[in-house]
């Protein structure tokens, strides 16, 4: 399925979510003491704020000694054949149940009102409270065109499993992978440098984090900054790297001038956890009347969590 984000500041989110019984939460009901073996399984109903349909999630989780896993399928509660359309797979980290994945979207820049097909990375995050809820957050960001959304869910344990519900065995989930990626995450300043002349642009101020595939060969790190400004890094083979959607070039003479600029980081070796100092360079290449390119030294500098 094509998603598609209507704008940089907001999205149309076809999402879903899930919640448990105290005993499922992480919480011993007979000490009150946290333990680290949650648990999620079980018929889940979902409030969306803003809403956006009900949908019902049926999960089912397994641990070991060193990590949590849950498999999830999301079916909808009018169909009586219980086949799902769609599913998850969540990994419990840092006390909340997260699942990342990438797929094939759209993006409205506000710059250019103009649809860009681009990838759609989709963040849910869910945290056991408790009184047997769980709630959280489902984030969209696209690679391309600065378009973000957010839903917050909260999730309540309705049933056991279903039997006639077609569901993934979480035992059969291969083992999630690092990614030195998620180093890359707090505060940071954002200078820009015109390499032939020198010139310094001012210096911004970002803060985010990175999210990964289960597999850890690719991540996006989503900075946002002042003025509603976003970096959305895509991270693959050992670089993050950033492109803009074609934008109105300012060219006198013309209104059919672009411009469209990439933007490259190197990724530190060896890596460091978390990652001082990012830097790259952009390329920027101009089309339409005003052909010319521009290049810049890129620095992203921590400066807290």
């Not at 990439?262 to 001082?276: A, E, G, K």
Request: charged share 20%; with cysteine.
């Amino acid at each position: 399925m094509r998603r598609r984000i209507l704008g940089a500041a907001a999205a149309a989110l076809l999402i879903t979510g899930c919640s448990s019984q105290a005993s499922q939460t992480g919480i011993d009901t007979a000490t009150g003491d946290a333990h680290p073996t949650p648990t999620f399984d079980g018929t889940y109903s979902v409030t969306q704020v803003p809403g956006a349909g009900a949908d019902t999630w049926i999960a089912r989780s397994v641990c070991d000694d060193d990590h949590c896993v849950a498999t999830v399928s999301i079916v909808d509660p009018n169909r009586t054949d219980g086949v799902p359309f769609r599913t998850k797979v969540f990994d419990f980290l840092d006390g909340r149940w997260t699942a990342v994945s990438e797929d094939p979207g759209q993006c409205t820049p506000q710059a250019t009102g103009e649809p860009l097909d681009t990838a759609v990375w989709t963040v849910i995050s869910l945290e056991p409270k408790p009184d047997g809820t769980l709630t959280g957050t489902y984030e969209e960001a696209a690679a391309v065109g600065a378009c973000t959304g957010q839903r917050t869910l909260e999730l309540t344990r309705v049933a056991d499993v279903n039997p006639r519900i077609r569901l993934a065995d979480p035992n059969t989930v291969p083992p999630r992978a690092p990614s030195p990626a998620t180093a890359l995450r707090g505060s940071y300043t954002y200078s820009q440098t015109h390499r032939p002349t020198g010139t310094t642009f001012p210096i911004e101020n970002y803060r985010g984090e990175t999210h990964c595939l289960r597999t850890g060969e690719r991540c996006q790190t989503l900075l946002r900054g002042d003025n509603d400004a976003v970096l959305a890094l895509t991270f693959a083979d050992d670089r993050w790297t950033e492109s803009t959607p074609p934008l109105p070039a300012d060219c006198p003479g013309t209104t059919t001038s672009r411009y469209v600029t990439t933007s490259r980081f190197d990724l530190p070796q060896p890596p460091v956890d978390p990652l001082p100092v990012l830097t790259g360079r952009a390329h920027q290449v101009v089309t339409g009347g005003c052909d010319s390119t521009f290049d810049l030294d890129l620095e992203l500098r921590r400066t807290g969590d």
